[in-house]
């Protein structure tokens, strides 16, 4: 059932109602707060509505962080914002960066920008101004090691870390490509452990499956691209 059809019937008719490819979100997130809060007020929904409400704006890597998750480095930027993009790339020393909206799934809204030469950080500054116009955003310096390694997409349900897949990166427009299931590495399997066990404990609670997107970085290191409870 799609949670935006008018004519679909009421949470209430079922005993619960579990979230599944609810990628349209972005393109109307306040209508879908409130079809999980009107949900959540008629039937029991996974996951529950504390962790979709925490998980559905990015800045939850910002929360992440705080508690001692290492993320793929992040500034939010919010709406309206009269951001200078050279400048905050600048003062970070990135020349590669990637621009999405902080509502986003599926490459919605989401480009890179390779800042070399006049051209490129002209279309890279009107691409954030005219986000920014619409809706919080997030910078971040593009990791090439996701083009080399790719992103390890963890499997997390109803308490068992079941498996990863490799996704290669992706922009808006394009199609995603993913692996077939593989065995989660040890150092894969204590950092995914690490991130459920720093969620606030709303968030934690009644938690029924979990995507914790892994990058490893040239040093050798973790960090986390994304974590979806949607």
Known sequence: LAWDD?????????????????????EDPDGFRAWCERSAAETELWNPLPALRWNLHKRYLLDL???????????????????????????????????????????FGTQRFRLLGLEAKTEARQFLAATL???????????????EVGER???????????????????AGQDERVSGALD????????????????????????LYARIDLIRLASGGLVLGELELL
């Not at 008018?6 to 972005?26: G, I, K």
């Not at 499997?155 to 290669?168: D, F, L, N, P, S």
């Not at 452990?193 to 709303?202: I, Q, R, Y």
Request: hydrophobic fraction near 45%.
């Open 6 to 26: 008018p004519a679909a019937p009421r949470p209430a008719d079922f005993d619960r109602m579990v979230l599944r490819s609810t990628w349209n979100y972005p």
């Open 133 to 147: 116009r619409e809706r919080d955003a997030l910078v971040q310096p593009y990791l090439r090691e996701v083009e």
């Open 65 to 107: 962080q705080v508690r001692g998750i290492p993320v793929v480095p992040t500034a939010l930027l919010a709406r309206g914002a009269a951001a200078d993009l050279l400048e905050l790339a600048a003062d970070r020393g990135w020349t590669d960066v990637v621009i999405k909206p902080a509502i986003g799934a599926a490459s």
């Open 153 to 171: 997409a963890q499997v997390w349900i109803a308490g068992e870390h079941t498996h990863c897949v490799r996704k290669e990166p992706r922009f």
């Open 184 to 207: 989660p590495d040890a150092e894969e399997r204590a950092f995914v452990t690490k991130v459920m066990a720093s969620l606030p404990g709303d968030v934690r609670r009644g938690l």
